[in-house]
């Protein structure tokens, strides 16, 4: 016959099972709801790097959910100079980032395309379409700050959006 103590001890040793087996999978469910949103430059080592860096960010501090990558229509080899600089000095880590050509598997139904000063084939139905956004290389900070402009509109917009589905 099993004492009070080891019925205890095997319902708590049950319940961390059961923890350890399905926390992983409502964390990943919760993850395969994010909406991807691809921000795309011609390059990919500029524009569209930083703006999926911040969006990502702002993403997270206002509990949307979003998930950002960036693509180059032709994309360089490693992000800009002037962007590394410019995202280290913005506190952003970015060893791991490097340009990847637009791609018919980046697109899914859940995507949210928006260019940046390019236009993707018209094979790719495009939910923004940014322009007039400063040269990276020219001035890092003004690019920035009209990037971010951009993206405060952005989540103010997927915000109001996320409101209307709760209905």
């Not at 500029?46 to 990502?56: D, V």
């Not at 949210?112 to 993707?120: A, Q, W, Y």
Request: charged fraction near 20%.
């Amino acid at each position: 016959m099993m004492s009070v103590q080891m019925k205890r001890k095997f319902q708590i040793s049950a319940f961390l099972f059961l923890c350890i087996l399905f926390i992983p999978m409502s964390a990943r469910t919760q993850e395969e709801k994010k909406t991807t949103v691809i921000f795309v430059c011609e390059h990919g080592g500029a524009r569209s790097t930083i703006a999926s860096l911040y969006f990502n960010k702002m993403a997270l501090d206002n509990h949307l959910p979003y998930q950002a990558i960036f693509r180059g229509l032709t994309p360089d080899p490693i992000i800009t100079q002037e962007t590394e600089k410019g995202l280290i000095k913005d506190g952003f880590e970015t060893a791991s980032l490097s340009p990847i050509a637009l791609s018919a598997k980046d697109i899914t139904p859940n995507t949210l395309l928006i260019s940046l000063d390019c236009t993707p084939s018209s094979s790719y139905q495009t939910y923004h379409a940014w322009g007039g956004i400063p040269a990276i290389s020219e001035d890092y900070n003004a690019a920035r700050n009209a990037i971010v402009k951009l993206l405060n509109e952005l989540v103010i917009e997927l915000k109001n959006k996320k409101q209307l589905t709760k209905n």
